[in-house]
């Protein structure tokens, strides 16, 4: 049944995942559900690794029973605390553990993985609480490691911007990681300190005497059961710390649209294609609907060459040359006024400045654009050569080589960028094809475009507005995360079934407790109380846990190198979160309580499970 529901889900999710394609990109929605494939190979492998996970915890749970003591098992007796053999062969792990988290480190060198570095001394870590557990209390021991882990994860300087791997290649999986890891490190330290939680609580519930018999009986059965309390509260928190990370990076990247706007229009807001002309700047200047609407208009001579990389020996095909006027004035000057952010300079070269002014004056040096601006897909990233290499170009009117001084960023166009001297002298081209229009502050760029394709169509003249294409970006990243999300949210809803089957088996055991209880004058509105109060504990310790440590992963991640964006708490939406995760959780766990309170006293002492 699970392979087949996951089936279902996953055509739903390419389903979902197919509408924000095609709503963005010119792209038909059958392409993108025709992807959708499985095979007889990949029904058997879900289907064995879940039948793997099922069987192996049946026997763990197997075993665990086959080790309770039959006296202390009848006369419900906690189990005696663990022998000294347990804690040494915790010892020996806890030491193969260091050993693997010193392989790892030595290796992440040579390896260039910032995966392996940060997990390393995680690994030391955890070896070192096993070890620990032998000679102080678990409390101590385990306490000290869940803090630890937490403070080399949590504190961005020791993890995500470690200098360390600042040129280290890393993706999504470093964050899952990180997260996974913290996680763990909170349920450890929850784990070993219950009962200073419940002393805390004990503020809040001594001001009203009638309180204090509900709270202290709906807190002793999360402390007693502390393997169960913690499995329920680990499953919330890994859901809602997962959830509120992605809500968080959702926020950070739309208040982070003026500052993208700013990184990819290079301080234009209009890109415009034509048909090849001469005289593009004349021709908008002299329009009338134009008039105290345009500032600047930069426009390009264009022509396609053969490109070969002669020092990394590698043809880059026929990518574009485009060549300002180096002699504009003001606005109009592609050279001064640019902001594109270049990448990386050839030595000898260490601001824009120097390199744009070396690009003006000298015809043998120019500097390489990268795009991952796509008219037809999703963006995309096409090979790119090194500041320092000499590029061969090839055309009609001859060849001739080039030093590439440095690699720009220019987001709208890729090949070689020169002067508009060079295109035309060297390959005969007087014409473009390409343009940069800015506008003045206060007027809608949008307009502009407008007017530009109502007056201009006989060029076959086509605008991007930059404004709007980061936004539809921005919007299209939001999209994916909300869709993980809703994915999510489905561990969220195993979560709270979790907690609900808890709830269930909780009020089956505790029959006869609760019969003792209503004989000694428990009333019916105490013993729903107690049970809602047990039940909102496990849920809102979990919701905490995977709050906190989203919020700090969101943090860190606003802080990684390369992406500049603000750290910004979405607090309608993490509200949302905790509202819904809580009701959801409330909602599963009310009809247990119900039915505990409700059962009759002489009836419930009377019970033999």
């Known amino acids: 049944v699970g392979v087949f529901a996951g089936i279902i889900i996953a055509y739903g999710v390419l389903y979902v995942f197919g509408q924000i394609i095609t709503g963005f990109f010119n792209v038909d929605l059958s392409i993108v559900l025709g992807s959708f494939t499985f095979t007889a190979l990949t029904l058997t492998t879900a289907f064995t690794a879940g039948l793997f996970i099922t069987y192996n915890t049946i026997l763990l749970a197997s075993w665990r029973t086959s080790k309770l003591n039959i006296i202390r098992a009848i006369r419900d007796i906690p189990e005696p605390p663990r022998g000294l053999r347990t804690y040494t062969a915790l010892s020996i792990l806890g030491i193969l553990l260091i ?24 690994l030391i870590i955890l070896g070192a609480g096993l070890i620990l557990s032998r000679f102080l209390r678990n409390r101590f021991a385990f306490t000290i490691t869940g803090l630890g882990l937490l403070v080399q994860w949590g504190v961005p300087q020791f993890s995500w911007t470690n200098p360390v791997i600042a040129d280290y290649s890393f993706g999504p999986e470093l964050f899952f990681a990180g997260g996974l890891v913290m996680v763990v490190g909170a349920i450890m330290v929850f784990m070993f300190n219950t009962d200073l939680i419940v002393r805390f609580l004990r503020i809040f519930y001594r001001v009203r005497r009638s309180l204090v018999p509900v709270f202290r009986i709906s807190f002793s059965y999360p402390s007693n059961k502390k393997f169960r309390t913690t499995a329920a509260v680990a499953m919330f928190a890994l859901v809602i710390f997962t959830v509120t990370t992605i809500a968080v990076i959702a926020a950070e990247q739309s208040a982070a649209l003026t500052s993208l706007t700013e990184e990819f229009s290079g301080g234009y807001d209009l890109v415009v294609q034509t048909a090849p002309l001469t005289n593009l700047t004349e021709t908008l200047s002299s329009n009338l609907d134009l008039a105290g609407k345009v500032e600047g208009i930069i426009p390009f001579k264009t022509v396609s060459v053969g490109v070969t990389d002669l020092t990394q ?7 574009t040359v485009v060549g300002a006027d180096p002699y504009a004035l003001g606005p109009d000057n592609f050279f001064d006024t640019n902001r594109f952010s270049i990448v990386s300079y050839a030595p000898g070269y260490t601001s824009p400045k120097e390199v744009w002014d070396t690009v003006r004056s000298d015809q043998s040096k120019a500097v390489w654009s990268t795009s991952f601006i796509s008219q037809t897909g999703p963006p995309q990233e096409l090979p790119t050569p090194d500041p320092g290499d000499t590029l061969l170009l090839v055309s009609r009117n001859g060849t001739m080589t080039v030093e590439v001084v440095a690699v720009l960023n220019g987001v709208f ?9 060079f295109v035309e002298s060297r390959f005969g081209v007087n014409t473009g094809s390409l343009a940069f229009v800015s506008v003045p502050d206060g007027v809608d760029p949008t307009e502009v475009s407008v007017i530009l394709r109502r007056d201009y169509l006989q060029l076959n003249l086509q605008t991007l507005v930059i404004p709007v294409l980061v936004s539809d970006f921005v919007e299209i990243g939001n999209s994916f995360l909300a869709l993980f999300q809703g994915f999510l949210g489905l561990g969220l809803v195993v979560g709270i079934a979790g907690l609900g089957i808890i709830a269930i088996r909780s009020v089956v055991e505790r029959r006869r407790e609760i019969g003792m209880l209503r004989a000694l004058g428990f009333r019916r509105s105490m013993v729903l109380a107690a049970f809602l109060l047990e039940n909102s504990y496990i849920a809102l310790i979990g919701i905490g846990i995977g709050v906190i440590l989203g919020l700090n992963l969101g943090y860190a991640i606003s802080q990684t190198g390369g992406a500049d964006l603000p750290y910004v708490i979405p607090w309608l939406s993490i509200g949302e979160i905790v509202a819904i995760a809580y009701g959801l959780a409330m909602l599963a766990t009310v009809g247990s309580a119900f039915r505990a309170s409700k059962i009759p006293p002489a009836e419930a002492l009377r019970y033999t499970e």
């Open 99 to 122: 050993l693997v988290g010193i392989f790892l480190n030595q290796a992440s060198f040579a390896a260039e993985s910032a995966v392996m570095f940060l997990v390393a001394p995680s």
């Open 313 to 319: 020996n590698r043809s880059y095909g026929f990518p």
């Open 413 to 421: 166009f890729s090949g070689v960028v020169s002067t508009s001297d």
